[in-house]
T-cell receptor
Framework: GESVGLHLPTLSVQEGDNSIINCAYS??????FIWYKQESGKGPQFIIDIRSNMDKRQGQRVTVLLNKTVKHLSLQIAATQPGDSAVYFC???????????FGTGTRLQVFP | NAGVTQTPKFQVLKTGQSMTLQCAQD?????MSWYRQDPGMGLRLIHYSVGAGITDQGEVPNGYNVSRSTTEDFPLRLLSAAPSQTSVYFC???????????????FGQGTRLTVV
């Protein structure tokens, strides 16, 4: 069945370093992917998205990479800051459906 | 512009009680959805709607009903609450996702439900 999962449940990085959060998906028909950030006690917040016809997309301090060959998605955060500490989710939408399906999440901890 | 508003923020129910979680958005979004999030877990899709009068089941629909009589509102009903429904519930809205183009989904702040 369709599933979206993450390799690392917890990622600890030092402030100023770059962070890489990974996500594997199993549905090759998925055509749109989104990364969300969720801080404690809050709802998820949109970070960046990417369509399946792209390999890379950049935002402010964030980059999403999509490798459709191995069905892998990653979120890179440059110069990680304490405010980046949160749980990060990847989510996918499959073409011709309207279901936004979330993965299980990775907790990013930033230490000084 | 309030975005997505969920009420109540907290609720305690006894097993077998019914209640409705309210969700309203003021962004004229066609698409609305409900998720539940269990501790240490991701969000699981309960029900969703692509427009007024249209609803469909997500990943975990059992025990929940929804309706979409207006564009703005998408209430989630628990007909007979069970302890397994203890969770944090999030409502989200966006312009149409999937076939006709996609935009980011905006989430409410969540409703923390405990069933005892």
């Amino acid at each position: 069945g369709e599933s979206v999962g993450l390799h690392l449940p917890t990622l600890s990085v030092q402030e100023g370093d770059n962070s890489i959060i990974n996500c594997a998906y199993s549905n090759s028909a998925s055509d749109y992917f989104i990364w969300y950030k969720q801080e404690s006690g809050k709802g998820p917040q949109f970070i960046i998205d990417i369509r399946s016809n792209m390999d890379k997309r950049q935002g402010q301090r964030v980059t999403v990479l999509l490798n459709k060959t191995v069905k892998h998605l990653s979120l890179q955060i440059a110069a990680t800051q304490p405010g980046d500490s949160a749980v990060y989710f990847c989510a996918e939408i499959t073409y011709n459906t309207d279901k936004l399906i979330f993965g299980t999440g990775t907790r990013l901890q930033v230490f000084p | 512009n309030a975005g997505v508003t969920q009420t109540p923020k907290f609720q305690v129910l006894k097993t077998g009680q019914s209640m409705t979680l309210q969700c309203a958005q003021d962004m004229n979004h066609e698409y609305m959805s409900w998720y539940r999030q269990d501790p240490g877990m991701g969000l699981r899709l309960i029900h969703y709607s692509v427009g007024a009068g249209i609803t469909d089941q997500g990943e975990v629909p059992n025990g929940y009903n929804v309706s979409r009589s207006t564009t703005e509102d998408f209430p989630l009903r628990l007909l007979s609450a069970a302890p397994s429904q203890t969770s944090v519930y999030f409502c989200a809205s966006s312009h149409r996702v999937g076939r006709s183009g996609v935009t980011e989904a905006f989430f409410g702040q969540g409703t923390r439900l405990t069933v005892v």
